[in-house]
Each structure stands twice: as C-alpha cells, then as structure tokens.
C-alpha cells in the first residue's frame, strides 16, 4: 500500500498541521507501526529536493507516531527525518541535535549500521556549524561502522563527506585525495549522484589548487 513516497496516503497525511490528527488518521487506517515511521523517513529522504514543504511535513508525521509507538527504533527514524529536514531548511543546530538523538536511539535499538548512515549525514551540519573536529569524529565512528560491513559504496560517500570537512578549512590537497578515492570507488556501482557530487568537488579543489600557486 506505501510502496512510493507519492502514494495517496503519505499525501494526505502530509497536508495535517498537527500531531494529534496526524496520529488518528494513521491509527483509523491501522498504520501506526515502527515499519511506517521507517518508510516516512526514507520519503523524506527523497522528498527534500523536490519539495522541501512535504517533506518537512512528513518528517513532523513520522515524529508524531514515533512518540505515540515510543519504541527506540520509531524514535530513531523519525528524529533523523526531523535532521534531514532541518539541514534542507537551513536550520543547522536543530539538526545537529535531532541527528545526536537518532545515533543515541539507533545504537541503543542494536541498529548500528543506521547508526552509521546517520553518523554520515550528521557531518554536514556540523560543518557549516564550524564544529569540525565533531564532524571529523562523525566522520571517523562511521568509517570504523562500514569497515566492519564491509560497505565500499558508503565508505566512498563517506570520503566525500572527509573532503567536505578539508574543503570548508581550505585544505584543498587532502579534500582531492578524498574526493578522487570517493569517485574510484563509486566508478564501478555507477552510483550516478555520488560520481556527479565527487567529480564537482574534485573540479573545484582542482580550480583553488591552481589560484592558490
């Protein structure tokens, strides 16, 4: 029944304002479970490039059942919907917090390798934050995460998140290294976002590179 973000329901739950309704659709249709908290947090996820306002909205619904199920995992997706969208609208304090809440529940629901993902995504926030080292450990927990999974396609990702945090501090020769690995390493999968966002910063590390002799 929600196979896609665009399925009817999502739609119309995400045209509520408030908890208390949000809730009372779900439970009157029987979807107040953890796997629908999960399937809005992935539709976030998809929804915030092309509109920011449903996913926003979607984020708050997954929140709302999250705390009406109160279970680790619910709460954990949903508190990363809730970061995603906060990044998206600029509002990077509440999302480094909303994401600190979400690797806390994920690690205490056993799910570590969501742990990771989130860990991943925490970094950019914390970037435009200035908090760097934050973001270096983010950075450096996550790796330990994919290593032990033996995950290439997120440990690349993972390196264009490095060189993110080497970019913001003008550290151009080691942001290059970071992003040429990400782009060897996506090569073979053809993950096309991933390749377009390693092979971008490498041409802009590259153009500083030369300003800079």
């Known amino acids: 029944m929600l196979d896609t973000p665009q399925d009817k329901v999502f739609d119309r739950l995400s045209t509520f304002s408030t908890h208390p309704v949000r809730v009372e659709f779900v439970s009157r249709l029987g979807l107040l479970s953890p796997s629908i908290v999960e399937q809005l947090d992935e539709a976030v996820r998809v929804l915030l490039r092309t ?6 909205s979607l984020a708050e619904a997954a929140m709302a059942i999250a705390e009406k199920l109160g279970d680790k995992t619910s709460l954990a997706y949903a508190s990363r919907a809730k970061a995603n969208a906060f990044w998206f609208l600029g509002k990077n304090l509440q999302a480094s917090e909303m994401n600190e809440k979400a690797i806390a529940f994920f690690e205490e629901a056993g799910k570590t390798v969501e742990a990771g993902r989130t860990l991943s995504t ?19 927990r996550a790796r330990k995460i994919f290593v032990a999974v033996d995950d290439t396609v997120r440990l690349a990702r993972l390196d264009i998140n490095f060189g993110n945090i080497f970019h913001r501090q003008d550290r151009f020769s080691e942001a290059l290294d970071c992003y040429q690995r990400a782009y060897s390493q996506l090569a073979p999968d053809k993950d096309a976002e991933g390749i ?13 590179l030369n300003e800079n002799e």
């Open 196 to 208: 377009i966002a390693a092979l971008h910063n490498v041409a802009v590390c590259l153009i500083a």
């Open 122 to 140: 925490s970094i950019q926030p914390l970037i435009l934050l200035g908090e760097y080292d934050r973001a270096l450990g983010a950075a450096e």
């Open 51 to 56: 509109d920011l306002k449903k996913a926003e």
